[in-house]
């Protein structure tokens, strides 16, 4: 099946540093979805990205569809201690716009 | 403002036992799903729902059945529990099928076969 790699793994950042990680994959998709998940709690959705090339702003959260449509990234602005979780790229294709999710990125926020 | 809710939220099972994991939303989406959540690893679909009436398998079906309901609720069950089955499992809503909405998580079931 369809495999994303997410990079990096895990991240430990000081308090207000600003924060990059990406996915990439082999196989075109046609959204790419940003994922939250606290310890404990199931993902929540971030950002949506529909259209190649697409930049969209949450608050401190940037996301990009790659123009290839084979990328995504997600940066974090002056990082705050709750920005603490592993975040998850999923990309979704196919008639049946199935999911396809990243490996996660742990990220740690030192005070 | 529920949204997707599962039932229980930790379980510990030994080798054989049967469980059903419960799953609701109140969304009025019509698609449901159920993935598990292994360690260093992204979510994988076990099975979905495209609509009240239908399941389908996913990408790691082996060891579990569905059943949906209802419109509203989608259950999970392991029949024989085997040490493999420990993970955390996750269900899921969408508004259509085939459609570019996102999903929308529960908080997770944490099961552990002993």
């Known amino acids: 099946g369809q495999q994303l790699n997410q990079s990096p793994q895990s991240m430990f950042i000081q308090e207000g540093e600003d924060v990059s990680m990406n996915c990439t994959s082999s196989?075109?998709?046609?959204?790419w979805l940003w994922y939250k998940q606290d310890p404990g709690e199931g993902p929540v959705l971030l950002i949506a990205l529909y259209k190649a090339g697409e930049l969209t702003s949450n608050g401190r959260l940037t996301a990009q569809f790659g123009i290839t449509r084979k990328d995504s990234f997600l940066n974090i602005s002056a990082s705050i201690p709750s920005d603490v979780g592993i975040y998850f790229c999923a990309g979704q294709s196919g008639s049946a716009r199935q999911l396809t999710f990243g490996s996660g990125t742990q990220l740690t926020v030192l005070p | 403002n529920a949204g997707v809710t599962q039932t229980p939220k930790f379980q510990v099972l030994k080798t054989g036992q049967s469980m059903t994991l419960q799953c609701a939303q109140d969304m009025n989406h019509n698609s449901m799903y159920w993935y598990r959540q292994d360690p260093g690893m992204g979510l994988r679909l076990i099975y979905y729902s495209a609509s009240e009436g239908t399941t389908d398998k996913g990408e790691v079906p082996n060891g579990y059945n569905v059943s949906r309901l209802n419109k509203r609720e989608f259950s999970l069950r392991l029949e024989s529990a085997a040490p493999s089955q420990t993970s955390v499992y996750f269900c899921?809503?969408?508004?259509?099928?085939?459609?570019?909405?996102?999903?929308?998580f529960g908080d997770g079931t944490r099961l552990s076969i002993l």
């Open positions: 899921a809503s969408r508004t259509a099928f085939a459609s570019n909405q996102p999903q929308h």
């Open positions: 196989s075109i998709f046609n959204t």
